[in-house]
Structures are given as structure tokens and as C-alpha cells.
């Protein structure tokens, strides 16, 4: 159990478009799912903790209007990335904490974004 | 502000070698977890330690909380290239994040 996919794996758009990454979790319900960036070779970099019924909690530096989450129910969160400029071209990552658990998080295999 | 210092962040060894990747920290985290990571993919939970001085043992690789939850490490023996990735390790805290490491990067040489 435990598993988490994301929609779709890679995506190539022009500047000044907007891109929809979805996030769900298949077997376990997640009231708490985060988005992650993650730059080539580097760890992992926390946007946004998505919270389901609630605003999303944005980290220092992340533009909330810019990268919009909807968490509409306990098995999908989704990130919009809204005109999206070639300096947010990288690979977005999402996880999902299992209700009820520890502090363990469940990883999407991973969105590539690039935009032209 | 919590944070975790994973090291070392590159290692390259010959296959059939030992080797140990630490993460340590001056504050208290109520969970470690480790992940490893592939190219293109997303991080693979390995193991989740939740008890200080606990020892888990995944194979070839064992796992271990510090007694007072501020570090851990990961144990690889006789690594294979099939080890080979990036090793992440992410310490739970009290506003529900983890806090990661900066990763190590183990590449095994057949």
C-alpha cells in the first residue's frame, strides 16, 4: 500500500500558458499532500503543504498566485502553474501523509516541466 | 530552524565495498525517515525510525536513530551498482514537514 501517482510525468509548454499537475493517492486517504521542487542533482524543496477543505500554506519565497493548489478531496491535490515562464521548468514532486500516521510522507514518481 | 546535515553528499565506491552516509542535527525530530531516488523518479521510502537508538535492518543496509532522535545513519554493505542513486534522508518536526537532508549521491562502480 502506500502509493501515490501523479498526472502527467513530463509536459512541455510555451510561455505564458498554463500547466495542471494532479497528484492522487491510491490506496490511503491524505488530508495532507505537499508539492515539492527539485532542482538537478539537489534535494528536495518544499513549496506548499496542501491541506483538503482548506487554503494551501505556501513556504517564504513561493508565489501563491502563481502556483495554485486545489486539494478538493482526501485522494487529489492538483498544482497550477499559471503563465509559466521557462525559469519554472524543473521536476515537481508531490507526497501524501497517510491519515492517522507518522510523519512519513509517500512520494509521486515526479512531474518534468518545461517550458519554452 | 530546523535543519539537517547529511553527509558525505557524493560518494563513488568500487562494488563490494562498505559505506555509511550520516544525517545529523542539534534538534530533536520525532521521526527519521530515509528515501532513496533515481533519475527522473520520484524518492522511495526505505525506512521510517521513529525510536531513539532504534536499528532496522533493510538487506545490505541498516538503518539507526540516534539515542536522542538528533541523527541517524544509513549502513550499506558490500554495496552493488544496483545501490547506486540518491540517498535522502528527512527528519519529522513539529509542523508536520520534514526537513531533508542534502542528499548523497552514491554511485558503485561494478
Known amino acids: 500500500g502506500a502509493v501515490v501517482s501523479q498526472h502527467p510525468s513530463w509536459v512541455i509548454c510555451k510561455s505564458g500558458t498554463s500547466v495542471k499537475i494532479e497528484c492522487r493517492s491510491l490506496?490511503?486517504?491524505?488530508?495532507?499532500m505537499f508539492w515539492y521542487r527539485q532542482f538537478p542533482k539537489q534535494s528536495l524543496m518544499l513549496m506548499a503543504t496542501?491541506?483538503?477543505?482548506?487554503?494551501?500554506?505556501?513556504e517564504q519565497g513561493v508565489e501563491k498566485d502563481k502556483f495554485l493548489i486545489n486539494h478538493a478531496s482526501l485522494t487529489l491535490s492538483t498544482l497550477t502553474v499559471t503563465s509559466a515562464h521557462p525559469e519554472d521548468s524543473s521536476f515537481y514532486i508531490c507526497?501524501?501523509?497517510?491519515?492517522?500516521?507518522?510523519?512519513?510522507?509517500?512520494f509521486g514518481p515526479g512531474t518534468r516541466l518545461t517550458v519554452l | 530552524t530546523q535543519l539537517l546535515e547529511q553527509s558525505p553528499q557524493f560518494l563513488s565506491i568500487q562494488e563490494g565495498e562498505n559505506l555509511t552516509v550520516y544525517c545529523n542535527s542539534s534538534?530533536?525530530?520525532?521521526?527519521l525517515q530515509w528515501y532513496r531516488q533515481e533519475p527522473g523518479e520520484g524518492p522511495v521510502l526505505l525506512v521510517t525510525?521513529?525510536?531513539?537508538?532504534e536499528v532496522k535492518k533493510l538487506k545490505r543496509l541498516t538503518f539507526q536513530f540516534g539515542d536522542a532522535r538528533k541523527d541517524s545513519s544509513l549502513h550499506i554493505t558490500a554495496a552493488q551498482p544496483g545501490d547506486t542513486g540518491l540517498y535522502l534522508c528527512?527528519?519529522?518536526?513539529?509542523?508536520?514537514?520534514?526537513?531533508f537532508g542534502q542528499g548523497t549521491t552514491l554511485q558503485v562502480k561494478p
Open positions: 534538534s530533536v525530530f520525532s521521526s
Open positions: 496542501s491541506n483538503e477543505g482548506s487554503k494551501a500554506t505556501y
Open positions: 507526497s501524501a501523509r497517510r491519515d492517522g500516521a507518522t510523519d512519513t510522507q509517500y
Open positions: 528527512a527528519g519529522g518536526s513539529v509542523s508536520g514537514k520534514l526537513i
Open positions: 490506496d490511503f486517504q491524505a488530508t495532507t
Open positions: 525510525v521513529v525510536t531513539g537508538g
